[in-house]
């Protein structure tokens, strides 16, 4: 018996001169085109001669299996999504059933994928180029995905500030997500930030209208519609949304005049090893800034802050130095806190809350993962499971601590030795406090 094919094929927004020639033909050469009816209809003038199998919406698994089944009799299957197959399509259940089924690629049916025009690019045509800078996909739909999940994604690409496109965004049954999702997304995003709604691109009800992510979810939007949300540069302008690559960051007035400090075919000054320098260069001429102002300078976390002062050489960050705690010394950092005599111990609360104790390091105690403070009036309990670095840091004569954060680098724990009324330390105490910074600090590799 000859081997059946799969072809999973990407139809794009639908009309035939949209679709690229390796997609017809795919579909010319097969003997079968299985699909959801209405994408079915859209290439209803090349299945002349074909068998067609049409099923309706959420029966995506029950057209793989019949994808499959037709092609182990040794027929060639279209198997048809809009857009592109393997985007929110039928590539990757296709997949999957079929890798369940003990298939291997190489053996048995062929499954070869026809990439399609994706709904987010032929909805982007259609309003300018907000897809100009980095983007992402996520789609309300919850019928398969937990909403927490969901709303997770939602708040990273908020505060990573990614465009974002939206798939499913409504439906008859499900009208509060989008609701919810803009909610999430005005915690990070200005209520103005431009949002195009596009519904049916591409098709005989193609509507288009642009809005604010502030107004979006009053809009008629529903499973036809994709919503295309700006990041913080975006912009409308004559009628279009753009979203800047960031040319005028490099280049004068977007001519081919560079920028004072910034090379052409250069990483900007601001680049990976760059942006450290300006953190330096910050803490060296700003008035007595602490770690914690220049992260909110700079809008990021003070782990990233942090490893700028230990890359640093000679002063340039003025009275800044840092030394990262030994990999696996955290617990033994923690244990010598005992000898440093009084201390400040900042707790960052999930709120945003700060914690501040003054106490006798002594009342410092570790309990497996959890650290503990405990004095006459005072008793808490923290978690430090999700400690993934330490740092030593001086800022000169005025201060001596560590600080412990996460592996994003936020800060989950700052102790630092007290001064006395003058600004002067114990002997004693910063004697123990050098002491473990000489054995347990070590140079960030």
């Known amino acids: ?11 794009g927004p639908g009309a035939t001169e949209h679709m690229s020639g390796w997609a017809r033909q795919a579909i010319e050469e097969s003997d079968v085109v299985i699909g959801y009816a209405r994408y079915i209809d859209l290439v209803e003038d090349l299945l002349a001669g074909k068998e067609v199998i049409r099923k309706p919406m959420t029966q995506e698994v029950d057209r793989c299996i019949a994808a499959c089944e037709q092609a ?33 690629p190489g053996e048995g049916i062929g499954v070869e994928v026809i990439p399609g025009i994706t709904a987010l690019s032929a909805c982007a045509s259609l309003v300018g180029a907000p897809l100009g800078h980095d983007f992402c996909a996520i789609s309300l739909s ?9 709303a997770k994604r939602l708040e990273a690409s908020g505060r990573g500030d990614f465009v974002i496109a939206l798939y499913n965004p409504r439906s008859g049954r499900r009208r509060e997500q989008l609701v919810e999702a803009r909610h999430i997304l005005l915690r990070d995003r200005r209520p103005e930030t431009p949002v195009a709604i596009v519904h049916a691109a591409y098709r005989g009800q193609q509507a288009v209208r642009l809005t604010t992510l502030d107004e979006m979810a009053d809009c008629e939007i529903g499973m036809l519609s994709t919503v295309l949300i700006g990041n913080r540069s975006t912009y409308c302008e004559a009628g279009l949304m753009i ?34 320098a300006c953190v330096r260069e910050h803490l060296h001429t700003a008035q007595t800034p602490s770690p914690e102002d220049v992260a909110r300078h700079f809008d990021t976390s003070i782990g990233e802050i942090l490893a700028a002062i230990g890359a640093a050489e000679n002063s340039e960050t003025g ?5 990262v705690v030994i990999a696996g010394a955290e617990a033994a950092v923690l244990d010598a806190v005992k000898d440093w005599g009084r201390i400040r111990i900042a707790v960052a609360g999930a709120t945003g809350a700060l914690c501040e104790v003054l106490m006798n390091a002594g009342g410092l ?29 001086s800022w000169g004569r005025r201060s001596r601590g560590v600080y412990f954060v996460d592996t994003a680098g936020k800060g989950i724990l700052e102790i630092s030795l007290r001064c006395d009324d003058e600004g002067r330390f114990d002997p004693s105490a910063l004697e123990n406090y050098e002491r473990t910074r000489r054995q347990l600090g070590g140079v960030l590799d």
């Open 1 to 11: 018996m000859n081997k059946g094919r799969i072809f999973l094929v990407g139809l």
């Open 72 to 104: 182990r009799e040794g027929r060639t299957v279209a198997l048809v999504s809009s857009g592109d197959s393997g985007v929110y399509g039928m590539a990757g259940l296709t997949y999957e059933v079929l890798l369940q089924s003990g298939w291997t």
């Open 142 to 150: 919850d019928l398969l995905t937990p909403w927490p999940i969901i």
């Open 365 to 393: 105690i570790r309990r497996g993962k959890r650290i503990c403070l405990e004095s006459t009036d005072l008793r808490l309990s923290i978690d430090g499971s999700h400690i993934r670095w330490g740092w030593f840091v």
């Open 319 to 323: 009275d800044y130095t840092a030394a």
């Open 243 to 276: 979203t800047p690559r960031g040319y005028a960051r490099k280049y004068v007035g977007l001519t081919g005049e560079v920028t004072a400090g910034e090379r052409s075919g250069r990483s900007l000054s601001m680049g990976l090893t760059g942006w450290k």
